[in-house]
Protein backbone atom coordinates (compact mmCIF):
# COMPACT_ATOMS: atom_id res chain seq x y z
CA UNK A 1 0.00 0.00 0.00
CA UNK A 2 1.23 3.91 -0.48
CA UNK A 3 2.22 5.46 3.09
CA UNK A 4 1.90 9.23 3.99
CA UNK A 5 5.59 10.54 3.66
CA UNK A 6 7.79 10.73 6.48
CA UNK A 7 9.91 13.87 6.65
CA UNK A 8 13.44 12.14 8.21
CA UNK A 9 15.54 15.16 9.92
CA UNK A 10 18.85 13.44 11.08
CA UNK A 11 20.95 14.21 13.80
CA UNK A 12 24.65 16.60 13.51
CA UNK A 13 24.86 15.66 17.28
CA UNK A 14 25.01 11.67 17.70
CA UNK A 15 25.18 10.44 21.43
CA UNK A 16 27.90 8.61 22.47
CA UNK A 17 26.73 5.24 22.72
CA UNK A 18 26.68 3.17 25.93
CA UNK A 19 29.15 -0.12 26.65
CA UNK A 20 26.41 -2.64 25.34
CA UNK A 21 27.63 -5.03 27.66
CA UNK A 22 27.14 -3.31 30.61
CA UNK A 23 23.15 -2.40 29.33
CA UNK A 24 20.40 -2.01 32.37
CA UNK A 25 17.00 -1.71 31.05
CA UNK A 26 15.12 1.37 29.82
CA UNK A 27 17.94 3.37 30.65
CA UNK A 28 19.50 5.03 27.35
CA UNK A 29 17.90 6.15 24.04
CA UNK A 30 18.70 6.20 20.73
CA UNK A 31 19.52 9.55 18.44
CA UNK A 32 15.92 9.94 16.84
CA UNK A 33 12.30 9.58 17.36
CA UNK A 34 9.29 9.22 15.15
CA UNK A 35 6.37 11.62 15.83
CA UNK A 36 3.24 11.62 14.38
CA UNK A 37 0.12 14.52 15.08
CA UNK A 38 -3.12 14.37 15.45
CA UNK A 39 -6.14 17.16 15.00
CA UNK A 40 -9.98 16.75 15.09
CA UNK A 41 -10.85 17.35 11.55
CA UNK A 42 -7.44 16.30 10.18
CA UNK A 43 -7.12 13.10 11.15
CA UNK A 44 -3.45 11.73 11.81
CA UNK A 45 -0.99 13.72 9.86
CA UNK A 46 2.37 15.32 9.06
CA UNK A 47 5.06 12.12 10.38
CA UNK A 48 8.44 13.28 11.27
CA UNK A 49 11.55 10.91 12.29
CA UNK A 50 13.40 13.42 13.74
CA UNK A 51 16.25 13.83 16.19
CA UNK A 52 15.47 12.76 19.80
CA UNK A 53 15.01 15.11 22.22
CA UNK A 54 12.31 17.27 24.55
CA UNK A 55 9.57 18.93 23.08
CA UNK A 56 6.82 21.98 24.26
CA UNK A 57 3.53 20.62 25.79
CA UNK A 58 1.39 23.05 26.92
CA UNK A 59 0.79 23.09 30.92
CA UNK A 60 -2.94 22.17 30.29
CA UNK A 61 -2.33 19.41 28.19
CA UNK A 62 -5.34 16.77 28.76
CA UNK A 63 -2.51 13.73 29.60
CA UNK A 64 -1.75 15.82 32.57
CA UNK A 65 -4.92 16.21 34.05
CA UNK A 66 -6.82 13.08 32.97
CA UNK A 67 -4.46 10.18 32.21
CA UNK A 68 -5.41 9.84 28.05
CA UNK A 69 -1.94 7.98 27.18
CA UNK A 70 -1.24 4.72 26.35
CA UNK A 71 1.57 2.59 25.12
CA UNK A 72 3.24 -0.75 23.57
CA UNK A 73 6.67 -2.61 24.44
CA UNK A 74 8.18 -4.71 21.73
CA UNK A 75 11.41 -5.54 20.62
CA UNK A 76 13.88 -5.41 17.39
CA UNK A 77 16.68 -8.17 16.86
CA UNK A 78 19.94 -8.24 15.27
CA UNK A 79 19.78 -11.89 13.85
CA UNK A 80 22.48 -14.23 13.83
CA UNK A 81 23.04 -13.57 10.17
CA UNK A 82 23.29 -10.15 10.48
CA UNK A 83 19.49 -8.95 10.11
CA UNK A 84 17.38 -6.84 11.42
CA UNK A 85 13.52 -8.66 12.64
CA UNK A 86 10.45 -7.58 14.89
CA UNK A 87 8.90 -10.27 16.35
CA UNK A 88 4.45 -9.78 15.88
CA UNK A 89 4.44 -5.92 15.46
CA UNK A 90 1.29 -6.53 14.07
CA UNK A 91 0.06 -8.11 17.18
CA UNK A 92 1.54 -5.15 19.32
CA UNK A 93 -0.13 -1.94 17.05
CA UNK A 94 -3.57 -4.04 17.35
CA UNK A 95 -3.50 -4.28 20.78
CA UNK A 96 -2.59 -0.36 20.66
CA UNK A 97 -5.48 0.16 18.56
CA UNK A 98 -7.50 -2.07 21.40
CA UNK A 99 -6.14 0.35 24.19
CA UNK A 100 -6.87 3.50 21.94
CA UNK A 101 -10.44 2.44 22.05
CA UNK A 102 -10.79 2.12 25.25
CA UNK A 103 -9.17 5.19 26.48
CA UNK A 104 -11.28 7.39 23.64
CA UNK A 105 -7.79 7.85 21.53
CA UNK A 106 -8.93 7.37 17.30
CA UNK A 107 -6.96 4.63 15.99
CA UNK A 108 -4.02 4.79 14.47
CA UNK A 109 -3.44 3.16 11.28
CA UNK A 110 -1.53 -0.50 12.01
CA UNK A 111 0.30 -0.64 8.29
CA UNK A 112 1.68 2.83 8.55
CA UNK A 113 2.82 2.18 12.09
CA UNK A 114 4.43 -0.89 11.43
CA UNK A 115 6.11 0.77 8.49
CA UNK A 116 7.35 4.11 10.22
CA UNK A 117 8.49 1.71 12.99
CA UNK A 118 10.73 -0.03 10.07
CA UNK A 119 11.79 3.60 8.70
CA UNK A 120 13.36 4.77 12.24
CA UNK A 121 15.41 1.51 13.33
CA UNK A 122 16.81 2.23 9.87
CA UNK A 123 17.70 5.71 10.95
CA UNK A 124 18.88 4.13 14.22
CA UNK A 125 20.56 0.68 13.12
CA UNK A 126 23.88 1.08 14.83
CA UNK A 127 21.71 1.38 18.23
CA UNK A 128 20.72 -2.49 17.98
CA UNK A 129 23.11 -4.19 20.51
CA UNK A 130 24.51 -7.66 19.40
CA UNK A 131 25.80 -8.62 22.69
CA UNK A 132 24.36 -11.95 24.16
CA UNK A 133 20.60 -11.10 25.99
CA UNK A 134 20.75 -7.81 24.28
CA UNK A 135 18.24 -6.28 22.02
CA UNK A 136 16.82 -2.61 20.58
CA UNK A 137 13.23 -2.16 22.90
CA UNK A 138 10.64 -0.11 21.10
CA UNK A 139 8.22 2.02 23.21
CA UNK A 140 5.00 3.61 20.39
CA UNK A 141 2.94 5.79 22.81
CA UNK A 142 0.05 8.26 22.19
CA UNK A 143 -0.99 11.49 24.81
CA UNK A 144 -3.60 13.70 24.48
CA UNK A 145 -2.17 17.13 23.88
CA UNK A 146 -5.19 19.74 23.77
CA UNK A 147 -4.66 22.40 26.24
CA UNK A 148 -8.25 22.20 28.13
CA UNK A 149 -9.39 21.40 31.53
CA UNK A 150 -12.87 19.77 31.53
CA UNK A 151 -13.59 15.98 31.26
CA UNK A 152 -13.85 14.46 27.78
CA UNK A 153 -11.93 13.31 25.49
CA UNK A 154 -8.76 15.52 24.13
CA UNK A 155 -9.23 17.00 20.55
CA UNK A 156 -5.43 16.66 19.82
CA UNK A 157 -2.70 14.25 20.59
CA UNK A 158 0.76 12.81 19.55
CA UNK A 159 2.43 9.54 18.35
CA UNK A 160 5.74 8.90 19.56
CA UNK A 161 7.91 6.26 18.70
CA UNK A 162 11.13 5.94 20.92
CA UNK A 163 14.20 3.42 21.05
CA UNK A 164 16.28 1.83 23.35
CA UNK A 165 18.92 -0.65 23.77
CA UNK A 166 18.52 -3.01 26.63
CA UNK A 167 20.18 -5.92 28.55
CA UNK A 168 18.35 -8.29 30.23
CA UNK A 169 14.89 -6.96 32.05
CA UNK A 170 15.73 -8.37 35.77
CA UNK A 171 19.47 -8.33 36.67
CA UNK A 172 19.77 -11.72 37.76
CA UNK A 173 18.40 -12.55 34.19
CA UNK A 174 16.96 -16.28 34.13
CA UNK A 175 17.25 -16.77 37.64
CA UNK A 176 13.81 -17.48 39.37
CA UNK A 177 12.37 -14.68 41.63
CA UNK A 178 10.44 -14.15 44.39
CA UNK A 179 7.20 -13.03 43.64
CA UNK A 180 4.74 -11.22 46.91
CA UNK A 181 0.94 -11.66 46.05
CA UNK A 182 -1.25 -8.36 46.57
CA UNK A 183 -3.17 -8.33 49.32
CA UNK A 184 -3.74 -4.87 50.14
CA UNK A 185 -4.34 -3.24 47.35
CA UNK A 186 -6.00 -3.82 43.52
CA UNK A 187 -4.92 -3.18 40.12
CA UNK A 188 -7.87 -3.61 38.05
CA UNK A 189 -11.29 -4.98 37.77
CA UNK A 190 -13.64 -6.58 35.20
CA UNK A 191 -15.32 -3.27 33.27
CA UNK A 192 -12.03 -0.90 33.92
CA UNK A 193 -9.32 -0.41 31.79
CA UNK A 194 -7.16 -3.83 32.96
CA UNK A 195 -7.08 -5.07 29.39
CA UNK A 196 -5.51 -1.63 28.46
CA UNK A 197 -1.90 -0.79 28.53
CA UNK A 198 -2.67 2.40 29.59
CA UNK A 199 -0.97 4.31 31.40
CA UNK A 200 -3.17 4.38 34.31
CA UNK A 201 -2.78 0.61 34.54
CA UNK A 202 1.10 0.95 35.85
CA UNK A 203 0.64 4.10 37.77
CA UNK A 204 -2.07 2.23 39.94
CA UNK A 205 0.21 -0.72 40.31
CA UNK A 206 3.62 1.46 41.72
CA UNK A 207 2.24 0.98 45.22
CA UNK A 208 2.30 -2.95 45.24
CA UNK A 209 5.11 -2.94 43.48
CA UNK A 210 7.15 -0.67 45.60
CA UNK A 211 5.77 -2.20 48.82
CA UNK A 212 7.31 -5.73 47.06
CA UNK A 213 10.63 -4.05 46.54
CA UNK A 214 10.85 -2.79 50.05
CA UNK A 215 10.34 -6.52 51.09
CA UNK A 216 13.09 -7.30 49.04
CA UNK A 217 10.83 -9.18 46.42
CA UNK A 218 11.06 -8.83 42.73
CA UNK A 219 7.40 -8.13 41.45
CA UNK A 220 4.06 -8.33 42.37
CA UNK A 221 1.41 -11.16 41.47
CA UNK A 222 -2.01 -9.37 41.41
CA UNK A 223 -5.25 -10.71 42.54
CA UNK A 224 -8.82 -10.28 40.90
CA UNK A 225 -10.56 -7.17 42.24
CA UNK A 226 -13.70 -8.76 43.03
CA UNK A 227 -13.34 -11.51 45.05
CA UNK A 228 -9.45 -11.05 46.08
CA UNK A 229 -8.67 -14.80 45.48
CA UNK A 230 -7.95 -15.43 42.22
CA UNK A 231 -4.34 -14.74 41.11
CA UNK A 232 -3.97 -12.37 37.46
CA UNK A 233 -1.10 -11.15 36.42
CA UNK A 234 2.81 -9.55 37.76
CA UNK A 235 3.43 -6.36 37.46
CA UNK A 236 5.91 -6.75 33.96
CA UNK A 237 3.78 -10.10 32.48
CA UNK A 238 1.39 -12.78 32.73
CA UNK A 239 1.43 -16.01 34.36
CA UNK A 240 1.58 -19.56 34.11
CA UNK A 241 1.70 -22.65 35.68
CA UNK A 242 2.97 -25.97 35.63
CA UNK A 243 0.38 -27.51 37.48
CA UNK A 244 0.59 -31.58 37.14
CA UNK A 245 0.61 -32.46 33.66
CA UNK A 246 -1.12 -29.15 32.37
CA UNK A 247 0.11 -26.27 31.36
CA UNK A 248 -1.97 -23.30 32.97
CA UNK A 249 -2.71 -19.52 32.69
CA UNK A 250 -5.44 -17.13 34.13
CA UNK A 251 -8.46 -16.36 31.83
CA UNK A 252 -8.41 -13.14 30.29
CA UNK A 253 -11.56 -11.31 31.61
CA UNK A 254 -11.23 -7.93 30.91
CA UNK A 255 -9.45 -6.71 33.98
CA UNK A 256 -6.03 -8.94 32.51
CA UNK A 257 -3.63 -7.51 29.38
CA UNK A 258 -3.95 -10.14 26.83
CA UNK A 259 0.11 -10.44 26.46
CA UNK A 260 1.53 -10.97 22.66
CA UNK A 261 4.53 -13.22 24.56
CA UNK A 262 1.30 -14.86 26.73
CA UNK A 263 -0.31 -15.91 23.29
CA UNK A 264 3.14 -16.93 22.00
CA UNK A 265 3.62 -19.26 24.51
CA UNK A 266 0.45 -21.35 24.47
CA UNK A 267 0.70 -21.18 21.18
CA UNK A 268 3.97 -22.68 21.06
CA UNK A 269 3.17 -24.99 23.84
CA UNK A 270 0.16 -26.20 22.40
CA UNK A 271 2.45 -27.38 18.69
CA UNK A 272 4.47 -29.14 21.21
CA UNK A 273 0.91 -31.26 22.24
CA UNK A 274 1.12 -29.75 25.95
CA UNK A 275 -2.22 -29.21 27.62
CA UNK A 276 -2.97 -25.73 27.76
CA UNK A 277 -5.71 -24.29 30.11
CA UNK A 278 -6.90 -21.05 30.53
CA UNK A 279 -8.97 -20.81 33.91
CA UNK A 280 -9.41 -19.11 37.31
CA UNK A 281 -6.06 -20.13 39.90
CA UNK A 282 -6.98 -19.62 43.30
CA UNK A 283 -4.10 -18.41 46.25
CA UNK A 284 -5.66 -21.53 47.96
CA UNK A 285 -5.27 -23.89 45.07
CA UNK A 286 -1.58 -22.60 44.07
CA UNK A 287 -0.22 -22.50 47.52
CA UNK A 288 -1.64 -26.62 48.02
CA UNK A 289 -0.35 -27.53 44.81
CA UNK A 290 3.49 -26.09 45.77
CA UNK A 291 2.62 -27.73 49.05
CA UNK A 292 2.19 -31.26 47.62
CA UNK A 293 4.41 -31.09 44.48
CA UNK A 294 2.08 -30.99 41.64
CA UNK A 295 2.86 -27.08 41.38
CA UNK A 296 6.00 -28.20 39.16
CA UNK A 297 6.87 -24.68 37.47
CA UNK A 298 5.80 -20.90 37.60
CA UNK A 299 6.85 -18.16 35.66
CA UNK A 300 6.12 -15.22 34.17
CA UNK A 301 5.85 -14.42 30.22
CA UNK A 302 6.05 -10.97 28.81
CA UNK A 303 8.41 -8.46 26.06
CA UNK A 304 10.54 -6.92 28.67
CA UNK A 305 11.58 -10.44 30.22
CA UNK A 306 10.25 -13.04 27.72
CA UNK A 307 10.32 -15.47 30.42
CA UNK A 308 11.04 -15.05 34.17
CA UNK A 309 10.67 -18.16 36.41
CA UNK A 310 9.69 -17.92 39.80
CA UNK A 311 11.45 -19.48 43.00
CA UNK A 312 8.71 -18.63 45.56
CA UNK A 313 5.50 -16.95 46.49
CA UNK A 314 4.84 -14.64 49.19
CA UNK A 315 1.36 -13.67 51.14
CA UNK A 316 1.22 -12.25 54.28
CA UNK A 317 3.59 -14.21 56.73
CA UNK A 318 3.45 -17.52 54.45
CA UNK A 319 5.81 -18.42 51.91
CA UNK A 320 5.94 -21.43 49.48
CA UNK A 321 8.47 -22.52 46.90
CA UNK A 322 7.70 -23.65 43.41
CA UNK A 323 9.36 -27.03 43.68
CA UNK A 324 13.07 -26.93 44.36
CA UNK A 325 13.21 -23.27 43.61
CA UNK A 326 15.24 -23.54 40.45
CA UNK A 327 13.86 -22.65 36.66
CA UNK A 328 12.32 -25.53 35.51
CA UNK A 329 12.73 -27.52 32.10
CA UNK A 330 9.27 -26.16 30.37
CA UNK A 331 10.18 -22.54 31.29
CA UNK A 332 13.96 -22.85 29.78
CA UNK A 333 12.67 -24.92 26.27
CA UNK A 334 10.05 -21.90 25.97
CA UNK A 335 12.80 -19.31 26.59
CA UNK A 336 15.09 -20.87 23.93
CA UNK A 337 12.07 -21.05 21.53
CA UNK A 338 11.20 -17.89 21.74
CA UNK A 339 14.64 -16.49 22.06
CA UNK A 340 15.83 -18.43 19.26
CA UNK A 341 12.82 -17.30 17.00
CA UNK A 342 13.41 -13.61 17.78
CA UNK A 343 17.12 -13.83 17.02
CA UNK A 344 17.46 -16.51 14.25
CA UNK A 345 18.69 -19.36 15.47
CA UNK A 346 15.66 -21.24 15.50
CA UNK A 347 12.82 -21.95 12.66
CA UNK A 348 9.92 -19.82 12.63
CA UNK A 349 6.62 -21.58 11.81
CA UNK A 350 4.11 -19.28 12.78
CA UNK A 351 5.56 -16.50 10.58
CA UNK A 352 6.06 -14.23 13.36
CA UNK A 353 9.11 -12.32 12.37
CA UNK A 354 9.05 -9.27 10.41
CA UNK A 355 12.18 -8.24 8.68
CA UNK A 356 13.17 -4.54 8.90
CA UNK A 357 16.39 -5.44 6.19
Known amino acids: MAYAEIKITTTQNKKIKPDENKLSF ?113 RPFIIATEAAVGVHPSKSYKFFIILSPVGPYYPSGLAPVDILIEDDYVRAVRGGIGFAKAAANYAI ?18 LDGIERKYVEEVGTSNVFFVLGDELVTPELNGSILPGITRNSVMTIAKSWNLKVVERKVSVDELFAAAKDGTLKEAFGAGTAAVISPVANFIMGDEKVQVADGKIGALAQKLYDNLTGIQFGRVEDPFNWIQEVK
Open 205 to 222: SLKGQQKAIQRGYAQVLW
Open 26 to 138: GKYFTDHMFVMDYDEGLGWHDPVILPYEPFAIDPAAMVFHYGQAVFEGMKAYRTVDGKISLFRPEANFKRLNDSNDRMCIPAIDEEFAIHALKELIKVDEDWIPTAPNTSLYI
